[in-house]
Structure formats: structure tokens, C-alpha cells
Nanobody, 127 residues
Framework: QVQLVESGGGLVQAGDSLRLSCAAS????????MAWFLQAPGKERELAAG????????YYSDTVKGRFTISRDNAKNTVYLQMNSLKPGDTAVYYC????????????????????WGQGTQVTVSE
């Protein structure tokens, strides 16, 4: 069992930066692929960024590519999402997710393959 707790959300202005953290407890997070999903108001949840168990491979949606950076510190069982140049369109609840894989280099892309989810943290970007 893994528990995921997100932090770092808040209200910022357009152009600002935020860093989200996802702390994992229970089994070591290094055995899991990690990802950040976002759910904007009135929309379905979607993958924003993912990172392999080793941290070697990453994925970004077109929406966040070039502005967001996902990283992980397996020694601290923590995954981060550095968000720069925030836009009002980035307003969403951001969820951390963990999925089991054998490979240390693969990334998971769809919600149904993730085993554990955090409660989410709200990010609101004003004009």
C-alpha cells in the first residue's frame, strides 16, 4: 500500500511559478512510475507529466511542455512538478499518481494503469 500526499498548490498570478510535491509513504516510491494529472473545472482528468521509476525518462503533454518539469528524489520518496510561466488555463486540481511496473524506464499514460492516487492540490492562476 502506498499513500500519496500532494502539497504546494495555491493561488498565483499569471507568469508566476509553483512547485508541487508528492510525498509517498508505505512502500518505497522507487518501485513505481509516477505522474501528475490535472483536472480543470468542468473537464476530465488528463495526464500532464510522467516519470519513469529511474527518472531517466519523462513525458509532458503538449499543454505543459516547455513550462513544467517533473522530477523525483527516490531517496526522499518524493516527486515534484515545477511549474513555470503559469497561465490561467493551468487552473486545475493536480493529482499525483503511482503505478507499478517491472521496467525502470517505462512511463504510464492512462489513468486505469495507476494503482494509487493522492487527494489532489488546487492550483489557481489569476490574470
Amino acid at each position: 500500500q502506498v499513500q500519496l500526499v500532494e502539497s504546494g498548490g495555491g493561488l498565483v498570478q499569471a507568469g508566476d511559478s509553483l512547485r508541487l510535491s508528492c510525498a509517498a509513504s508505505g512502500r518505497t516510491s522507487s518501485t513505481y512510475v509516477m505522474a501528475w494529472f490535472l483536472q480543470a473545472p468542468g473537464k476530465e482528468r488528463e495526464l500532464a507529466a510522467g516519470i519513469s521509476r529511474s527518472g531517466v525518462n519523462t513525458y509532458y503533454s503538449d499543454t505543459v511542455k516547455g513550462r513544467f518539469t517533473i522530477s523525483r528524489d527516490n531517496a526522499k520518496n518524493t516527486v515534484y512538478l515545477q511549474m513555470n510561466s503559469l497561465k490561467p488555463g493551468d487552473t486545475a486540481v493536480y493529482y499525483c499518481a503511482a503505478g507499478r511496473t517491472v521496467s525502470s524506464t517505462v512511463i504510464l499514460y492512462t489513468e486505469d494503469v495507476f494503482d494509487y492516487w493522492g487527494q489532489g492540490t488546487q492550483v489557481t492562476v489569476s490574470e
